[in-house]
């Protein structure tokens, strides 16, 4: 568990010892993982509305030189830093036209670093160039498929396929790279998705879903089958000890807390996966990130989950 300032809502990992946590209102702080040294943070972008700065940041990636992309839902724009945190370009605006968006969410890089955009409000996709020029749109409002009501996080795994938060509809969709519905994935059988916002696909195609309103992370085979949920399982880290330790207040505080419960999630916002099968989550209820290892080892299908037995069919 890694305690950042609070609301965080995403990450961008730069690399095994450090990352990119974005905070709802705070901006972008540079989290080291590295617990023998102190926990780095160096602040990127303030509040407001010029540039370099943010009112509600919501998706943060990095490109392959490290520049950071930050997406602005309430100024409708991308904002562009170097690694070092330096204030370079910014782009996109308001409207319904193609290549504007109403309330930007997520981002997403694909393999030619295009980025996909959920253009939340206007209830699409957009793809974009990393500059901002349009390229392709798809959806409109609605619950069919490749319909969206309010999509919010978005992900291009490593094969090019699109998977979107469609958050208002609780479910998420995979499409082709070109916008052509795969499937979509409603949750469990014992526990359907409310409010996902966020999504990631690991090198084995495992597909993890934030669902916030559950406050969980859900896990699905590549073919959409459900194999198991994370409700949280936090442990202190050295330097959270040492600060405990250190802070009487604090640690009294603590033991007259119900412990079960504070490491629980409490509305996950998104969920990341990096090369290492490490996967991260902003804790946004309780202003941490929580880091897992994935151990992974073949399953049979009867092992994952029985088949359904009315399964949905679609034509295009």
């Known amino acids: 568990m890694i305690r950042t300032t609070p609301s965080p809502v995403d990450i961008a990992v730069l690399d095994r010892n450090n ?6 209102g705070r901006g972008v702080i540079l989290n080291s993982l590295d ?13 407001g509305d010029g540039d370099g700065q943010f009112v509600w940041p919501t998706t943060v990636i990095l490109d392959q030189d490290q520049n950071l992309y930050v997406s602005d839902e309430a ?15 910014k782009w996109g605006s308001q409207g319904t036209e193609e290549g504007k968006f109403n309330r930007l969410s997520g ?20 793809k974009v160039t990393k500059n901002g020029v349009f390229i392709a749109k798809w959806g409109e409002f609605g619950a069919g498929p490749g319909q969206f009501n309010m999509p919010w996080g978005i992900h291009v795994d490593y094969w090019g396929y699109v998977y979107v938060a469609d958050w208002r509809n ?27 916002s966020g999504v990631a696909v690991d090198r084995h195609g495992d597909i993890y879903v934030a669902d916030r309103e559950n406050h969980c992370i859900q896990l699905f085979n590549k073919e959409g089958r459900y194999v198991e949920k994370f ?6 880290s050295k330097s959270g000890r040492t600060y405990l330790m250190s802070n009487p207040g604090p640690l009294r505080q603590r033991e007259s807390t119900d412990l079960e419960i504070q490491k629980r999630f409490r509305g996950p916002v998104s969920v990341r996966v990096d090369d290492n099968y490490n996967m991260y989550v902003p804790d946004y209820g309780s202003s941490r990130v929580q880091v897992y290892k994935k151990e992974a080892y073949p399953l049979s299908p009867e092992q994952i989950a029985p088949p359904q037995r009315s399964p949905r069919l679609y034509t295009m």
């Open 19 to 24: 990352l990119f946590v974005l905070c709802r």
């Open 35 to 47: 617990d023998d040294y102190p926990l780095r943070r160096s602040p990127v972008g303030e509040n």
């Open 75 to 89: 100024l409708n724009r991308v904002t562009i830093f170097d690694r070092e945190g330096k204030f370079k370009s």
């Open 107 to 126: 981002i997403a890089f694909d393999g030619e670093e295009n980025i996909y955009t959920t253009d939340s409000m206007n209830h699409r996709v957009q």
């Open 170 to 196: 609780s479910r998420i969709q995979k499409f082709t790279p070109s916008g052509e519905f795969v499937f979509e994935l409603t949750g469990s059988p014992k526990n359907k998705f409310k409010r996902p």
């Open 231 to 236: 409700v949280g399982d936090a442990t202190i």
